[in-house]
């Protein structure tokens, strides 16, 4: 069942956006904090320009997202080497290695 869209609008770090989305409000209202709260890191003072500060931002969030897609990554690599570990341990167990 598609989901229903909604107008909504978000301030981050003064500026007002309007967007029509499928995203739950308080989802979205998550995601507006956590780039705010990026945005305050990047220029802790509010002096540099709003586009330099919001790319700045946005290499931030990407830089974690990959750090994070990377890690998951070797923890699911790291998984599948204990399950084989385990597969071929249950099939000696069983005679069957």
């Given at each position: 069942?598609?989901?229903?869209?909604?107008?909504?609008t978000?301030?981050?770090?003064?500026s007002?956006i309007?967007?029509?989305?499928?995203?739950d409000d308080?989802?979205?209202a998550?995601?507006?904090?956590?780039?705010?709260?990026?945005i305050r890191?990047m220029?802790p003072k509010g002096?540099?320009?709003?586009?330099k500060?919001?790319l700045l931002?946005s290499?931030s969030?990407a830089?974690e997202l990959l750090?994070?897609k990377?890690?998951s990554?070797?923890d699911?690599?790291d998984?599948a080497?204990?399950?084989?570990?385990l597969?071929?341990?249950?099939?000696?167990?069983?005679?069957g290695?």
């Amino acid at each position: 069942m598609p989901r229903s869209v909604n107008e909504t609008t978000l301030t981050i770090r003064g500026s007002t956006i309007q967007l029509r989305t499928d995203m739950d409000d308080t989802d979205l209202a998550k995601l507006a904090g956590y780039v705010d709260q990026k945005i305050r890191e990047m220029d802790p003072k509010g002096t540099l320009p709003q586009n330099k500060v919001a790319l700045l931002a946005s290499l931030s969030i990407a830089s974690e997202l990959l750090e994070e897609k990377q890690r998951s990554r070797r923890d699911r690599e790291d998984l599948a080497r204990r399950l084989q570990h385990l597969h071929e341990m249950l099939d000696e167990a069983l005679g069957g290695g």
